[in-house]
């Protein structure tokens, strides 16, 4: 409420500055957002109708804004009277700008776009005298990025009567990648997922497809496809279920365990026979109590 209030306020004196006309320059950008698919070209275009189309002098600029907040503003190109341009070191080689005097129109072409163009993008026009009005416009560019061949893993043990958790997640992708899951049996062939399986098809943020209670009969294959509106990409996750082993690991520890038990059982038993050779018998039977 406060906020609209605010933005109203701003409202009437640019109102009052545009209305006398003639005196204030006019900047603007029709298309409000852009959308480009990595590797692609995109060309955005500003206008700007000059207070005093005469006037030779100009300077003309646009700069990318970052989305979130901590990253810098980049200046990409700037235009300068006669014709000089000059492209941001960043940008060189890819950025291409023009500024026809005439038509009033300037365009930046990039090339081979990727995320990072991801951005808001200002024109702005500066013309000697000519402040007022409107001397910059914003426009903003979406990359679209397919999603890059997931990564897929089974958390937990796939032994029977576990619950395990199959992820897939791919590390590029814009809009972000939904992962769907698809099981086929040992033999290949499609098949729905167990009733006891949560939810199906899993769409889930964390990309996890969980299953529960597992059994052989869950063996098979388990492929996650990760879209987004500019591509897929999949994986093929092997899952055997086993009979529960033995674990030997710690079979061998509870052995040790016991053996290490024995041998200090020796050692205080021996200790005790020498103490009844040296001491007297009140001595023995106290560390035999301390023992039991
Ligand atoms: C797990 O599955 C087995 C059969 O495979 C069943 O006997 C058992 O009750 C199940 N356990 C749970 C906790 O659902
Ligand atoms: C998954 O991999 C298995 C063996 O590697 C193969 O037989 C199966 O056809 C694959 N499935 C898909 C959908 O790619």
């Not at 609209?4 to 409202?11: C, G, S």
């Not at 009140?282 to 039991?292: I, P």
Request: glycine fraction near 6%; charge should be positive; include cysteine.
């Amino acid at each position: 409420m406060s906020e609209k209030h605010i933005n109203w306020l701003f409202l009437i004196p640019s109102f009052i500055s545009v209305l006398p006309c003639c005196r204030s320059i006019e900047v603007s950008i029709p298309q409000k957002n852009y959308r480009a698919v990595s590797g692609d070209d995109i060309t955005l275009t500003c206008s700007f109708i000059p207070a005093r189309p005469d006037n030779k002098l100009i300077v003309l600029t646009w700069e990318a804004y970052p989305l979130k907040s901590g990253d810098k503003i980049k200046t990409v190109a700037t235009y300068f009277s006669n014709n000089v341009v000059d492209i941001a070191p960043a940008y060189e080689g890819r950025a291409f700008l023009e500024v026809d005097l005439n038509q009033q129109m300037s365009v930046l072409r990039l090339t081979k776009v990727t995320a990072q163009d991801s951005r808001s993008y200002q024109c702005s026009v500066r013309i000697p005298n000519d402040d007022e009005g409107t001397p910059t416009a914003t426009t903003s560019l979406l990359v679209l990025v397919p999603p890059s061949p997931p990564v897929c893993s089974i958390q937990g043990r796939a032994e029977y009567w576990q619950d395990i958790s199959l992820t897939c997640k791919s590390e590029e992708g814009s809009p972000k990648p939904v992962p769907v899951w698809k099981s086929y049996s040992v033999d290949n062939l499609p098949r729905r997922f167990p009733r006891y399986c949560k939810g199906w098809p899993i769409i889930n943020p964390q990309h996890f497809l969980s299953l529960f209670n597992i059994s052989r009969e869950m063996s098979g294959f388990y492929i996650c496809t990760s879209t987004n509106e500019v591509g897929s990409a999949s994986c093929n996750l092997t899952l055997a279920v086993m009979p529960p082993s033995m674990n030997i690991g710690s079979t061998a520890g509870i052995i040790g365990g016991v053996l290490a038990g024995f041998v200090f059982l020796g050692i205080l038993i021996f200790c005790c026979c020498r103490k009844k050779g040296n001491k007297d018998k009140n001595a023995e039977g106290y560390v035999w109590y301390m023992f039991m």
